[in-house]
């Protein structure tokens, strides 16, 4: 209402703060959501993108909260995305390893990328087709809990 930016994405990975100032946002004013993030969309895809599984750690809150209230912003990231390059991150967060094949274990970070590759996995697009190939290539990686698929009731 008076203009100012709330930073929903820049250098850090701090998606759980992010994702509790867009759920508190919708509860209080529901109607600018989408003024609220589109200044963002550029950077939030480009995060999305990393190569590093450290940097999808604690992103599953913001992930679900921005696709239940901001269907329409989430998919604008989503189109935005570096394949390739989010390739790498997100099989390298499935496999519990790291971009140089090192063991590094981000279970948060395989929570995140199994929750997008079961939203994106019937796509008929490029997204689609690598939410399939990781979901075969890392079927147990690529689970998760029924109550994480679930909506957030109280938004």
Request: net charge positive.
């Amino acid at each position: 209402e008076r203009g100012a930016r709330i930073a929903l994405a820049g250098t850090s990975n701090d998606w759980p703060l992010r994702g509790s100032i867009l759920a508190d946002f919708h509860k209080r004013r529901p109607e600018h959501v989408s003024a609220l993030l589109r200044p963002h969309l550029n950077t939030i895809a480009a995060a999305m993108s990393q190569e590093s599984p450290a940097y999808f750690e604690r992103a599953l809150l913001f992930l679900r909260v921005c696709h239940q209230v901001a269907p329409g912003e989430f998919e604008t990231i989503l189109t935005q995305l570096n394949i390739a390059t989010a390739d790498k991150g997100w099989t390298a967060a499935l496999s519990g390893r790291d971009v140089g094949g090192r063991t590094a274990r981000y279970p948060g970070a395989r929570e995140a990328i199994a929750w997008l590759v079961h939203h994106l996995r019937d796509r008929a697009d490029a997204l689609g087709d690598l939410a399939r190939r990781l979901i075969e290539e890392f079927p147990k990686g690529a689970t998760l809990s029924s109550k994480k698929l679930e909506r957030f009731s109280d938004l």
